[in-house]
């Protein structure tokens, strides 16, 4: 089966640094684009950022870029998101998402059940 | 960005129903558009993708069409579990985007 599950959120001051880990099973890990995508309290989904398989090649929302930093350790099978310089509008519940097959890239199914970051003084 | 207009912001409707809702961008998309489907307290989950193909295990209840700026989500008939909220999706270009999505729900 399977699956993405994240880890690291929690509340932290504005300004502060978190990162987020995703671990993942069921499936090899390596052959996957991976994403983060983020939903504010009562809002909608936004994509935050991309990672290749080797982790070479990444992509990032402009409101995160130089903030935010995605990465993959393939040996541990993780994801993860460096956060950094964090402001309210940064409050939301992140998910680790992967496509549904190697072949197909920025679809996303599964998803991870989320954790939330709370950005608060 | 490409901007992602979704309506109705709310649907109300019976079981049984048919249910169509409409995701509109801002640019042409070609058809690099999918639709997601969200429950309280759930992630969300890919029903179509390519604007018209249905993601592994969705019910045919579900199909997707359009392509270029407009596209067309239905459900057939509206089971009691498809109640929720619906969003789509581009990835013709960076950044990704979201429609603000519409809410399905019991009338």
């Known amino acids: 089966e399977v699956q993405l599950v994240e880890s690291g959120g929690g509340l932290v001051q504005p300004g502060g640094s978190l990162r987020l880990s995703c671990a993942a099973s069921?499936?090899?890990?390596?052959?996957?684009?991976m994403s983060w995508v983020r939903q504010a309290p009562g809002k909608g989904l936004e994509w935050v950022a991309n990672?290749?398989?080797?982790?070479?090649?990444?992509y990032y929302l402009d409101s995160v870029k130089g903030r935010f930093t995605i990465s993959r350790d393939n040996a541990k099978n993780s994801l993860y998101l460096q956060m950094n310089s964090l402001r309210a509008d940064d409050t939301a519940v992140y998910y680790c998402?992967?496509?549904?097959?190697?072949?197909?890239?920025?679809?996303?199914?599964?998803w991870g059940q989320g954790t939330l970051v709370t950005v608060s003084s | 960005e490409i901007v992602l207009t979704q309506s109705p912001a709310t649907l109300s409707l019976s079981s049984g129903e048919r249910a169509t809702l409409s995701c509109r961008a801002s640019?042409?998309?070609?058809?690099?558009l999918a639709w997601y489907q969200q429950k309280p307290g759930q992630a969300p989950r890919l029903l179509i993708y390519?604007?018209?193909n249905r993601a592994t295990g969705i019910p045919a209840r579900f199909s997707g069409s359009g392509s270029g700026t407009d596209f067309t989500l239905t459900i057939s008939s509206l089971e009691p579990e498809d109640f929720a909220v619906y969003y789509c999706?581009?990835?013709?270009?960076?950044?990704?985007?979201f429609g603000g999505g519409t809410k399905v729900e019991i009338k």
């Open positions: 998402v992967r496509p549904p097959d190697t072949s197909i890239v920025n679809w996303f199914d599964p």
């Open positions: 069921g499936f090899t890990f390596s052959s996957y684009w």
């Open positions: 990672i290749n398989q080797g982790g070479s090649t990444k």
């Open positions: 640019q042409s998309v070609n058809s690099y």
């Open positions: 390519d604007a018209s």
């Open positions: 999706q581009q990835r013709r270009s960076w950044p990704l985007t």
